[in-house]
């Protein structure tokens, strides 16, 4: 018998014009847990997907237990035991947890369901590993923890041995990332193969046995846990040193720029407001950061703020103008800048080329129209290579580049330049860093604090505790639609923050 | 993909232009083995009848005429055409353009026979006609997301019926058509600017041909080089960057389906103010011309010159069937043809994908590195849209 549970030896997977996957060999030893560690495009996902045969690499074996297999469908990677907790759970919401569990591996007798079996096999396996599940919840009304729960039960109900978690902790609370390393070494030391995929330093040096690090679809090399630093993992998956601490001088806050006060957002969901008469201020030259869990109303407190959702009462006034019932394009022309949570669905026209994406929210001005209605393109050009130039994006061919061919950090750092080059009074930036890597990471905190420095107010909303407690210079959280509290990010602790972002805490709180 | 992109063979628009001709050879060729299986002996001759069309007939002038006659009604089917691509460059599938189409019509020859309009008139009104019947499609998809496939479907039908009902005053007693517009109201007739006399004196060949042409460089133009068309292809390609970047995106879809509502009323009024045909108020099914231009569109590329030279070459085909022997073969034969060929246009993008890996593969072979590093790329992405010019 072989030491590995999986090997994948020497895998190249190629997509036109590119290499995806560059002669990668991951072996996941049995009974460890093994961090996958690389910066968006280093090609994990590809290689994920190469384990679950929804890719064919053109070179390279896969071995099971020493043996070589072919995987040519998610249904046979299913067949060898592996089972996947993908990023964004696969659970049907109307369903029970239990329902959940066993959908496509139900147990039947003549056509009829037979659950009381099941639920002896899951209770006994939830007990077994300490996975606390209400089996006869519906998944919408469970904490998304529990829903990662319910995936991972998922996975053991069908006996799989090797469990891939992919980026599991992006949505979880730090009181819910902590049992969950629990719950994944518990695994390990039943014997269950873990592969962990992330980019967050920490929970790897916690958690994991080994890492194996990728950068631009190569192999760069597996080390022990217990031998390396933060530092030296950082170092291996960017190619150079980065600083994971944020250089700021001392905020010297202004006038208030952006007031907002009593504002309540109606939720697509429900009778509920999703933003819930909120109150606070954001002031020239200091950043705000709204902190919380994904979903208690900090994408809707934003589309309040930038004018995509309509408020249900409130009043918000930027530099002293009342702008509450202001259209979208009232807001930005009047010095609103937005980074927007998801790049893909609001912040870029994929299919247009990069320079057309620079002036999305300025076509209509003189720079780049005549009075005829036509575009005056060679002012675009020249204006999208300014900040081509200036912000430093990369692409194959420059202005005319398809945005859809892109990076993730370079996609994210057009948006950026473009609104920067807004010179707005107001930077609303909305998770600026998620998904990019350390090297993405440490640009964008530096033009955020340049704003600040420049003397602009900026509103950041974060998920995550590094960039929350680093970055602002001031701390609101948010739970469920309601500011809980505010912070000084230098007096505060993580585990403060984390029982706030939790609704165990809350403070009576006036802007 | 940085280098060796200029190659013609990796060129969108060139791809897409081979994908077109490959659809037509492969329709010419099935057509073909149909024409075969129902007769063996004629079936050469009947594929030949059908792609010379006009140039059947030996001397010039006949041939010229006959070509004038193709022309008369191409002119009508670029301009649906032009209606199904401009909405489809928003996003839009406008399978509506039939009823549009059919509402251009009634209004227009309502005007000529009925009000006794001159031809500049007549137009407008056709115009007004179409845009309102796909300004109601723009209304309910903007403000009640009411998908625009389905309320344009239901009202090609609205719009036939009506219009038969409303010209069924002026039909000829002894048929179910409308009254000639020559006889009853000559001054609606297009002017011909001795257009005809070019076409063997075909009286039918009216500035209308020439106005289509023009109108199709016009939409590239609005699409591609206006503020405008740079709102409505953004709000096509990603509706909630749009309305991100503060662009009108109700408006813009209710703009775009009249603006295609008008040009394909329009199209009506190019074919029924030349005199050509006259409209049958007896007739219970939707004028093929609206989902021939749907055909065109797709086999033009997605393009608006393309189309003006897929719109030719569908009615070509269409025309060149009517001069098969009808004791042998159905009159529908080139219908068919058309059909296949247009069945084919879906695999466009599947082709180009096709001749994209071959060149990945090739260039893989002889350079090793060009390493960009770029995300995870979905394989099918860059085939989304067809012609889409840089």
């Known amino acids: 018998m072989s030491e590995y549970a999986i090997e994948m030896l020497n895998i190249t997977k190629r997509f036109p014009g590119i290499i995806a996957n560059d002669n990668i060999t991951l072996q996941l030893r049995k009974g460890e847990i093994h961090a996958l560690l690389g910066e968006n495009g280093a090609g994990k996902s590809t290689l994920m997907s190469v384990l679950f045969g929804m890719y064919q690499p053109e070179e390279g074996v896969i071995k099971k237990d020493g043996k070589e297999v072919k995987i040519n469908n998610p249904n046979d990677a299913n067949d060898l035991g592996i089972g996947m907790v993908h990023q964004h759970f696969m659970l049907v919401q109307c369903f029970t947890v239990l329902d959940n569990i066993i959908l496509g591996a139900e147990t039947t007798q003549y056509g009829v369901l037979q659950k009381d079996e099941a639920r002896r096999k899951v209770t006994e396996l939830s007990e077994k590993y300490g996975l606390k599940v209400d089996l006869d919840a519906k998944i919408e009304d469970i904490t998304v923890g529990m829903q990662q729960r319910t995936e991972i039960l998922k996975m053991l109900y069908r006996d799989n041995e090797i469990l891939i978690f992919d980026e599991p902790t992006a949505v979880l609370t730090p009181a819910e990332i902590d049992d969950l390393m629990v719950i994944m070494k518990n695994l390990s030391a039943e014997g269950k193969s873990i592969l962990f995929i992330s980019h967050k330093l920490n929970e790897i040096m916690t958690v994991a046995d080994r890492c194996s690090v990728l950068r631009r679809g190569k192999y760069i090399g597996t080390v022990d846990i217990k031998d390396t630093t933060q530092e030296e993992l950082s170092r291996m998956m960017v190619g150079r040193d980065v600083s994971l601490k944020v250089d700021k001088t001392p905020a010297h806050p202004g006038e208030e720029v952006l007031r907002v006060e009593n504002m309540s957002v109606a939720s697509k969901r429900g009778s509920k407001m999703a933003v819930n008469n909120v109150s606070f201020n954001v002031r020239a030259g200091e950043i705000v950061c709204i902190a919380g869990i994904d979903g208690n109303g900090q994408s809707e407190l934003v589309y309040g703020l930038s004018g995509l959702e309509p408020l249900a009462s409130g009043k918000i006034t930027l530099k002293g103008k009342d702008i509450t019932n202001s259209s979208i394009r009232e807001r930005s022309v009047s010095g609103l800048s937005h980074i927007p949570e998801d790049r893909h669905k609001h912040g870029l026209v994929l299919d247009y080329s990069l320079e057309y994406n620079m002036i999305l929210q300025r076509y209509f001005s003189p720079d780049f129209s005549n009075g005829a209605g036509f575009l005056k393109r060679p002012e675009i050009r020249s204006f999208s290579e300014k900040l081509i130039d200036q912000f430093d994006v990369r692409s194959g061919e420059g202005p005319v580049t398809i945005v859809r061919s892109m990076s993730g950090g370079n996609q994210q750092k057009a948006i950026i330049a473009r609104e920067l080059e807004k010179n707005p009074e107001l930077l609303i930036a909305v998770q600026p860093t998620r998904g990019l890597d350390v090297g993405a990471i440490e640009y964008i905190h530096r033009q955020l604090i340049a704003q600040r420095d420049a003397g602009k107010a900026v509103l950041l909303v974060s998920l995550e505790l590094e960039e929350v407690l680093g970055v602002p210079d001031r701390i609101l959280v948010m739970y469920e639609g309601e500011i809980v509290g505010e912070f000084d990010p230098k007096k505060t602790t993580r585990e403060e923050l984390g029982l706030y972002m939790a609704g165990a805490r809350k403070e009576g709180h006036t802007a | ?390």
């Not at chain 2, 928003?90 to 009634?106: K, S």
Request: glycine fraction near 10%; aromatic fraction near 10%; include cysteine.
């Open chain 2, 1 to 390: 993909m940085k280098k060796n992109n200029k190659s013609l063979l990796s060129n969108p628009g060139f791809q897409t232009l081979l994908a077109s001709l490959v659809c037509i050879v492969v329709g010419l060729l099935v057509g073909y083995i149909v024409l075969l299986i129902i007769n063996p002996a004629k079936a050469t001759e009947g594929i030949v009848t059908i792609l010379k069309n006009f140039l059947t007939y030996g001397s010039g002038k006949a041939a010229m005429k006959y070509l004038g006659n193709t022309l008369v009604k191409t002119a009508p089917l670029l301009m649906c055409a032009l209606s199904v691509q401009f909405c489809y460059s928003a996003g839009l599938f406008n399978i509506g353009a039939a009823g549009q189409y059919v509402a251009g019509a009634g209004l227009c020859l309502y005007a000529a026979l009925v009000l006794k309009m001159p031809w500049p008139v007549c137009l407008i009104l056709s115009m007004i006609a179409g845009a309102a019947f796909g300004a109601v499609v723009g209304v309910l998809k903007a403000y009640r997301n009411v998908n625009e496939v389905i309320s344009g479907i239901m009202l090609n039908w609205i719009g036939l019926y009506t219009v038969n009902m409303a010209l069924t005053p002026v039909k000829e007693t002894a048929s179910p058509y409308t009254q000639a517009v020559a006889t009853v109201n000559p001054s609606a007739l297009l002017p011909t600017m001795g257009l005809g006399a070019i076409f063997g004196n075909n009286k039918y060949v009216t500035i209308a041909i020439p106005l289509a042409v023009l109108i199709a460089v016009l939409i590239w133009v609005v699409l591609n080089k206006t503020v405008f068309g740079y709102e409505l292809r953004a709000t096509g390609l990603n509706k909630e960057a749009a309305k991100y970047s503060g662009m009108k995106e109700k408006t813009n879809t209710i703009l775009t389906l009249a603006i295609g509502g008008a040009l394909a009323g329009l199209g009506a009024s190019f074919l029924f103010l030349s005199g050509f045909e006259q409209w049958s108020v007896t007739q219970s099914s939707v004028p093929t011309m609206g989902f021939n231009g749907i055909a065109a569109t797709f086999l033009g590329g997605l393009h608006p010159i393309g189309t003006i030279f897929s719109s030719y070459f569908i009615q070509h085909i269409t025309s060149g069937g009517s001069y098969l022997d009808k004791a042998v073969f159905p009159a529908q034969i080139s219908d068919l043809i058309s059909a296949i060929i247009i069945y084919l246009c879906g695999f466009v993008a599947f082709f180009r994908y096709f001749i994209n890996t071959q060149i990945a593969k090739r260039r893989r072979d002889t350079a090793n590195s060009n390493d960009v590093p770029i995300n995870t790329p979905a394989p099918a992405d860059n085939n989304k849209k067809g012609g889409d010019e840089k």
